[in-house]
């Protein structure tokens, strides 16, 4: 079957890093998403990754491995506004999305 | 209007009625989909649609019914609602299916009761 695996909740510090960790099995990859949802709001596209190494986009970073069947993403210089939902989400062989179930990252003060 | 609409925001349905959910975007995307989103489980792909004309089952398509009579509308049917049904319903769209990198862009979502 296919298979997301990622942390259900994460809690991180105001100007510190996080780094949010996906590993998967599935049939067919075509590449890899991070989204973020707000609580109560749609998802919104982060990051897309299709060959190995890192992608850096200002404070937001992702890396990933598809030998190991592993994606991070790095969230730097943490703000209040970071507290979110982000959902890591792979490209089957049918070119359909299939979703983890998300990370809750609470920033504190 | 910019991007993906859905309509209704909310609604409480008792079980046993019929209830569509609308959705239209004004980006000429060819692709559009539909998920659902429950607590602790990730979306769950409930029927998609590559172009205008066509559809397609997703994951968990029992109890759903789409159609695409144009570019820019898909709404989703439920034909008789059940409890199991309550969740809440987003609908996306994409440039493309065959290129990967194309993201999804999502509605504001629908949150759906069935009692």
């Known amino acids: 079957g296919q298979n997301i695996d990622q942390p259900t909740e994460m809690t991180a510090t105001e100007g510190a890093i996080v780094q949010i960790n996906c590993t998967y099995q599935?049939?067919?990859?075509?590449?890899l998403f991070w989204y973020q949802q707000h609580a109560g709001e749609a998802p919104t596209f982060l990051s897309y990754?299709?060959l190995d190494g890192l992608e850096e986009k200002g404070r937001f970073s992702s890396f990933l491995s598809r030998s190991k069947g592993y994606s991070y993403l790095l969230l730097k210089e943490l703000q209040m506004k970071d507290s979110a939902s982000y959902l890591c989400?792979?490209?089957?062989?049918?070119?359909?999305?299939?979703w983890g179930a998300g990370t809750k990252l609470i920033i504190k003060p | 209007i910019a991007g993906i609409t859905q309509a209704p925001t909310s609604q409480i349905l008792a079980a046993g009625r019929r209830m569509t959910l609308r959705c239209t975007q004004d980006m000429r995307h060819n692709a559009m989909y539909w998920y659902r989103q429950d607590l602790g489980l990730g979306l769950r792909l409930i029927h998609y649609s590559n172009t205008a004309g066509t559809t397609g089952k997703g994951e968990v398509p029992d109890g759903y019914s789409v159609s695409r009579a144009n570019t820019d509308d898909f709404p989703l049917t439920l034909a008789s609602a059940v409890p199991s049904q309550t969740s809440v319903y987003f609908c996306?769209?994409?440039?493309?299916?065959?290129?990967?990198?194309?993201?999804?862009?999502f509605g504001p979502g629908t949150r759906l009761t069935v009692l």
């Open positions: 599935t049939s067919g990859f075509n590449g």
């Open positions: 996306a769209s994409s440039d493309s299916t065959s290129k990967g990198s194309d993201e999804q862009f």
């Open positions: 990754n299709v």
């Open positions: 989400a792979v490209l089957d062989s049918n070119y359909q999305l299939i």
